[in-house]
């Protein structure tokens, strides 16, 4: 029972599913007989991944899990909890299960935007049984999970809510005396439910968000005047702590990846127009300047970093329009993605690798024993030598001959490429010379 004067919480929430009886889509994972439905009334539950658009269920179906096996349901946010909070809980699961064999179900939204180093914090808990992880995405496991979690858990995707699914949704809210709007004796016409089952894209939290903002505007009948003033006015909804706080500033990277600077300006007004932090912004611009852009126009980053420090200097609304004129220059720029694949396959082979010595010319002889042992020998300095470079390894042994970094033909990286492979067939040409001489 709510205290007096509390607030109570949002109807979307009010109305989330209790059961699988009241749980509305998804019929190929929890109609009769389904992969997961079967798993839950089998009392079999492993961890899972659940994949799948915003308001299509994963985080009502981990609470369905968790109720069905009597498990504590443990829920955290890969945006707002740290892996070290979330580890915590871990600990003391598995204390919980090594005393009382029972286990809780640790429930992870976002868990792609944890990195791969994060993730594998979960596997040891996975591995021993010690917590039942779920773990929610919208993002394709395949590319954003960790293979070791993912050959440990078993991935079902969720589609979005169909159009009917959403009236059934809708009907229940206003028709429910206790958790949502029942006691108001609202109707809704027919048009006015046809056009949010269309306009919220099979997203039951959006939907409800949308009835409760119109029932908060009318006394009697929900008409389609009112829903549609109702969605130009305040839709879609902007949650800085929630699913549309990622949504738009996605949508906005994704524009200035593609080059649109019209569709990113948008979406940087949308986010500051519904409160975002304009130096949250600022920093996401510093990404994608070394992500989207890199050596493509080295001096994006530059730019990005002065929008960023403008803003700083100014605040609002006049430090806006410095994050307007990055946006712009960001998204007409020469692409390249080189930089961010060339850093990542380097971190994929120190991981993958083992860690061996540092060649013994790339060593500095600070003393008469080190070089003695060969310290510095056989290093070339690259000043004295024709174009500044020397013909000699700089990898450890197994990784000689290795290239990470491949440049595009974008911008100035063209003539990085350029450089670069003049570069490698002069050091060939010496390399060649060489062998020639020592056979002489």
Not at 44 to 68: F, N
Not at 300 to 310: C, P, Q, T, Y
Not at 412 to 426: D, G, P, Q, T, V
Request: hydrophobic share 40%; charged share 30%.
């Amino acid at each position: 029972m709510m205290k007096p004067g509390a607030k109570r919480p949002p109807l979307a929430e009010r109305m989330r599913p209790q059961s699988l009886e009241e749980f509305v889509g998804q019929e190929d994972l929890v109609g009769p007989d389904k992969p997961l439905r079967r798993m839950i009334e089998q009392n079999e539950i492993r961890s899972l991944v659940l994949w799948g658009p915003p308001g299509t269920g994963k985080t009502t179906l981990g609470w369905i899990i968790a109720r069905s096996c009597g498990a504590d349901f443990l829920a955290f946010s890969a945006t707002r909890s740290s892996i070290k909070e979330i580890q915590g809980a871990m600990e003391r699961s598995k204390r919980k299960f090594l005393s009382y064999k029972t286990r809780d179900v640790i429930f992870v939204d976002e868990l792609h935007r944890f990195n791969k180093a994060q993730q594998a914090v979960f596997l040891p808990y996975v591995e021993e049984g010690s917590i039942i992880l779920i773990g929610a995405t919208t993002e394709n496991p395949s590319f954003e999970i960790i293979a070791p979690l993912l050959s440990r858990s078993q991935v079902f995707v969720l589609q979005p809510l169909s159009p009917e699914h959403i009236k059934k949704i809708l009907r229940r809210a206003l028709t429910d005396r206790e958790r949502g709007l029942g006691s108001r004796n609202l109707q809704l016409t027919p048009e006015a439910e046809e056009f949010i089952a269309q306009y919220c894209d099979g997203d039951a939290r959006r939907a409800l968000n949308l009835l409760e903002l119109a029932a908060e505007a009318t006394k009697e009948i929900i008409d389609l005047k009112t829903v549609q003033e109702i969605a130009q006015r305040k839709l879609p909804l902007y949650d800085k702590a929630g699913e549309e706080h990622y949504n738009l500033i996605s949508a906005l990277h994704k524009s200035v990846r593609n080059s649109d600077p019209d569709a990113a300006l948008y979406w940087l007004a949308r986010m500051l127009a519904g409160g975002e932090d304009p130096l949250y912004i600022a920093r996401r611009l510093i990404r994608m300047a070394v992500e989207d852009i890199g050596l493509a126009d080295p001096q994006a980053l530059s730019v990005a970093v002065a929008a960023k420090d403008a803003y700083d200097f100014l605040g609002s609304p006049e430090g806006e329009l410095a994050l307007a004129e990055a946006v712009i220059y960001l998204a007409t720029a020469p692409k390249s993605n080189s930089v961010y694949k060339a850093f990542g396959e380097v971190r994929e082979a120190v991981e993958t690798t083992r860690n061996e010595p540092v060649p013994l010319h790339l060593r500095n002889p600070v003393t008469e024993l080190m070089r003695e042992v060969g310290y510095g020998k056989g290093y070339q300095y690259a000043h004295s030598l024709p174009e500044g470079v020397a013909p000699m390894e700089c990898l450890p042994q197994s990784l000689q001959g290795k290239r990470f970094y491949h440049p595009k033909d974008a911008g100035y990286e063209r003539e990085i490429k350029e450089r670069l492979e003049r570069w490698r067939a002069l050091l060939e040409s010496r390399k060649a010379r060489k062998g020639t001489e020592s056979t002489e």
